[in-house]
């Protein structure tokens, strides 16, 4: 199996969308994969498990042995077939393991005895994971820029009209606070990082990104990025309550309700979006107080009677206080902690989006380029 192909571990890869074959078990490819993977593994959990156990008390070979015989006759025809289905249809894919080891060298060898020949990439995950963690952190190096603001004021908005966005909170699948969670799966830390890497593969220059917090959800925004966050100049957004009310009610009813309908139809969609925004003010219990909380959800479940009767504005009656009483302090509270913080400029949606791509258009200057390659 020496002789068979390889190539080196090419962020080009994830940037051209190749086809690339995961033939790690299936618990590996959920604790985080290569962006665009399927996952066709050699061995699944079980054997998995089975030859780990072996190769701890027989050793490598033992352990070989033990693979060979659980994957063979039948289920060895069954997956080669996966794998042949998949080449049919992308003819250029690529293979890899965890390390560009032994299960992609078996996978290799079986699928040049059925008649294709396809190459792994050496080092494997790890070594693609190393190059996607390695490119943030260069990437954490370029010049960038933060927007802020009031919640509502459409900040994800701004970041997507810009060619230079870099959209954490679609990475993340969340909106980034209470309310925020998607009615998909959130990603696991690493395809988080995976994603917020393939994303930086598209732009080489200035970044802008949205102001979070180290948490978005379940994931952590990659330390080198967050720390260059801290320090960045920024610039807030400001817009009318009537103005940011109607676009939180945007994002947290119309776009949730249209996700939940596709997803498990009219019924349980309503019934699991229901479920969703009551438990989200519920988990404000402790910063609301009980008083607060109460009356919130006594008009949270009035505007679902009203919704329900085709009155969708009665879910303003909840998001205003919501607005005023609890996310609006603590932005100005978060505001009074950090007296240091540079605002490059301060204004409405539309003078702001203008500002960042002025700021994006200076950055990428080529003097500018040159001056900040000659520092480093």
């Known amino acids: 199996m020496s002789d068979l192909p ?8 994830l940037r051209e969308k190749r086809m690339l074959i995961d033939v790690r078990a299936p ?45 063979s006759d039948g289920v060895k025809t069954a997956r080669v077939g996966d794998w042949m289905r998949v080449l049919e249809r992308h003819p250029d894919a690529i293979i890899y393991c965890f390390r560009g080891g032994l299960r992609s060298q078996i996978a290799q060898q079986w699928i040049a005895e059925a008649g294709v020949t396809r190459p792994r990439i050496r080092g494997g995950w790890k070594a693609m994971r190393q190059a996607l963690c390695s ?22 908005s701004l970041i997507l009209a810009l060619d230079n966005g870099l959209d954490l909170e679609g990475c993340a699948r969340h909106k980034g606070s209470a309310f925020g969670r998607h009615p998909l799966p959130a990603p696991c830390q690493i395809d988080f990082e995976h994603a917020v890497g393939l994303r930086l593969l598209d732009l080489p220059g200035p970044l802008v990104v949205e102001d979070e917090s180290r948490h978005i959800g379940a994931a952590n925004v990659p330390l080198t990025l967050w720390r260059a966050m801290e320090q960045a100049p920024r610039l807030r957004v400001e817009m009318p309550l009537d103005w940011r009310l109607a676009q939180i009610h945007k994002d947290y009813i119309d776009d949730l309700w249209e996700v939940y309908r596709k997803q498990c139809g009219e019924w349980l969609g309503w019934a699991l979006m229901q479920k969703q925004l009551a438990g989200s003010l519920a988990r404000l219990r402790k910063r609301l107080g009980r008083a607060r909380l109460d009356r919130l959800q006594r008009l949270q479940a009035l505007a679902f009677r009203e919704h329900a009767r085709g009155n ?12 005023t009483e609890y996310y609006d302090p603590m932005y100005r509270h978060q505001l009074e902690k950090h007296p240091e913080q540079r605002f490059l400029h301060v204004g409405d949606w539309q003078s702001c989006l203008e500002a960042a791509r002025a700021w994006s258009k200076e950055q990428a200057a080529p003097g500018r380029i040159a001056s900040a390659e000659s520092v480093r």
């Open 312 to 323: 969708r504005q009665a879910h303003e009656a909840w998001l205003a206080p919501l607005l």
């Open 6 to 13: 390889q190539v080196e571990p090419d962020l080009a890869l």
């Open 135 to 156: 490119h943030i952190d260069v990437a954490a190096e370029q010049p960038l820029l933060v927007v802020g603001g009031l919640t509502g004021c459409a900040k994800t």
């Open 27 to 71: 618990v590996e490819f959920a604790q985080g994969a290569l962006p665009g993977a399927v996952n066709l593994p050699l061995m699944d959990d079980e054997e998995r498990r089975r030859v780990g156990i072996e190769y701890a008390q027989g050793g490598q070979q033992a352990a070989i042995e033990l693979g060979q015989r659980l994957v």
